[in-house]
Nanobody, 117 residues
Framework: QVQLVESGGGAVQAGGSLRLSCAAS????????MGWYRQTPGKQRELVAT???????NYADSVKGRFTISRDNPKKTVYLQMSSLKPADTAVYSC???????????WGQGTQVTVSS
């Protein structure tokens, strides 16, 4: 059974930094694109950043220049380094991974990030 487990969330003051990690485990033959998404109550989940197996990245305009996504393929782990955090970044952050040739999406359980002013 495949699992994605996030860690690194928490509370921080505006201007601070946090690093999220998401490790995939289970029977996994290949991982394609991995990404981070976030959601606040009453709003749709939105893309934060994605990274392909080859290292190509894509960011939401709201986080460009402040967040950096990276991955360690042997460890099946994706990271999100978040800097210059703003209260508007407060959300539940979830990681996503597309597995196998069929690119089946899997999701982590989510981790809360709270930024206070």
């Amino acid at each position: 059974q495949v699992q994605l487990v996030e860690s690194g969330g928490g509370a921080v003051q505006a201007g601070g930094s946090l690093r999220l990690s998401c490790a995939a485990s289970g029977t996994i033959f290949s991982i394609n694109t991995m990404g981070w998404y976030r959601q606040t109550p009453g709003k749709q989940r939105e893309l934060v950043a994605t990274i392909t197996s080859g290292g190509g990245t894509n960011y939401a305009d709201s986080v460009k220049g402040r967040f950096t996504i990276s991955r360690d393929n042997p460890k099946k782990t994706v990271y999100l380094q978040m800097s210059s955090l703003k209260p508007a970044d407060t959300a539940v952050y979830s990681c996503n991974a597309e597995l196998g040739n069929a690119r089946i999406p899997y999701w982590g359980q989510g981790t809360q990030v709270t930024v206070s002013s």
